[in-house]
C-alpha cells in the first residue's frame, strides 16, 4: 500500500503521540481522577464497599486543627531546603572555578544523594545516639560537653536534627543542577566584567545570579514541595513519634493505620492544591515576567 509522504507524517506523529498520552492518562490522569472520587467517598481501602459522602472528609480537616497542625513541623524542612540552596550555589560557584582536585569534591559532596534514605536514616541514628552516637562523642573529645543533647529525644531540636539530615542527602543534587547551569554561562561576560573592574561580588550580583534565575526559581519550587511532602527521612527515623509528624506522614498513618482510605485521599488532595497555590504565589511574587 503506497501513502503519501504527508499521511506517513500524521501516522508517525500519531504513533509517537499516542505511547505517551496513553501513559499518561493511565498513569497520571486516572489516578488523579481515582483520588479524587475516592476523598468523597467513605472508604476503609478493602473491596468495593464506597459510601459517598460529598465534601465531608473536606469538611473534616478544615474543622480539625491537628490535621494541619502538622505543617509547622514541614516549616523546618523548608527552611533547611533554603539553607541548603545558598550554601549549594556557594559550594558549585567555589568548585566550577580553577580549584585542584574539584572534581573529587564534586563525587564527595554528590555521593549522600545516591544513598537510598533508608541507609542514610540508618547511618545517622548513629549519629545522633544519646549515648554512643559520633556526634556527642566528638563535642565530648573537643570540650563541649555542655553541647551534647538528646538530638532524637528532644521535641525542641529532634526537627532540626532530622532536617539537617534532609539537607545533608539533598545537598549533592542541587550544587550539580548549579554546577551545570553556571557552565552554561558564557566565559565572555565574566572576561568583559574583569576588563571592566567588576569585583567578584559585583561579578556575581550582576551576572552569576541574573543567568540562574531560572534555575534559582526551579530549586525554589523543589525546595517546596520537597518539604511539604516531607515524609521518608521522619518516618524511617520517628515513625511520625515524639512530635515529627509531617502532613504526608499523617496521610499515610490515615489510611493504612486506621483505614480511612477516604480522609486519606481528601488530605492528598488538599495538599496537591496546597502546593499547585504556593507554587503560583512564588511565581507570580518573586520571579515575574520582566522583573
Known amino acids: 500500500m503506497n501513502l503519501s509522504y504527508k499521511t506517513q507524517k500524521y501516522m508517525i506523529l500519531f504513533g509517537f503521540l499516542t505511547i505517551p498520552l496513553a501513559l499518561l492518562g493511565a498513569f497520571s490522569l486516572y489516578p488523579a481522577a481515582a483520588l479524587f ?12 464497599d464506597q459510601s459517598w459522602v460529598g465534601f465531608a472528609n473536606y469538611k473534616e480537616i478544615f474543622t480539625r486543627p491537628d490535621i494541619f497542625a502538622a505543617f509547622k513541623n ?3 524542612y523548608f527552611i533547611g531546603g533554603l539553607l541548603q540552596t545558598a550554601v549549594a550555589l556557594y559550594f558549585a560557584v567555589v568548585l566550577n572555578g580553577r580549584l585542584k582536585g574539584k572534581y573529587v569534591f564534586r563525587v564527595l559532596l554528590f555521593l549522600p544523594y545516591v544513598l537510598h ?4 536514616v540508618i547511618m545517622f541514628k548513629n549519629v545522633y545516639h544519646a549515648e554512643y552516637g559520633s556526634l556527642n562523642i566528638f563535642l565530648g573529645a573537643i570540650g563541649l560537653e555542655s553541647w551534647q543533647q538528646l538530638w532524637l529525644g528532644n521535641p525542641h531540636i529532634v526537627n532540626f536534627s532530622l532536617a539537617f539530615i534532609s539537607m545533608w542527602k539533598y545537598f549533592g543534587l542541587s550544587m550539580v543542577i548549579f554546577i551545570g547551569a553556571l557552565q552554561s554561562i558564557p566565559n ?8 571592566d573592574g567588576a569585583g567578584s561580588w559585583q561579578t556575581f550580583r550582576f551576572i552569576t545570579l ?23 527521612i521522619p518516618y524511617v527515623m520517628m515513625l511520625g513519634a515524639g ?17 480511612n482510605f477516604g480522609l486519606a485521599s481528601a488530605m492528598a488532595v488538599v495538599l496537591l492544591m496546597i502546593v499547585l497555590f504556593f507554587i503560583a504565589i512564588q511565581r507570580k511574587v518573586l520571579f515575574r515576567e520582566g522583573k
Request: charged fraction near 20%; avoid cysteine.
Open 243 to 259: 512530635g515529627t509528624s509531617t502532613f504526608v506522614i499523617q496521610t499515610v498513618d490515615m489510611a493504612f493505620k486506621f483505614e
Open 210 to 232: 541574573p543567568s540562574l534565575r531560572k534555575v534559582i526559581e526551579l530549586m525554589l519550587v523543589l525546595t517546596l514541595t520537597g518539604a511539604l511532602e516531607a515524609f521518608d
Open 117 to 120: 534514605s533508608v541507609a542514610t
Open 188 to 195: 565572555d561576560l565574566y572576561e568583559a566584567s574583569k576588563i
Open 74 to 76: 514541614n516549616l523546618y
Open 37 to 48: 472520587y475516592f476523598s468523597l467517598t467513605d472508604w476503609d481501602g478493602i473491596g468495593f
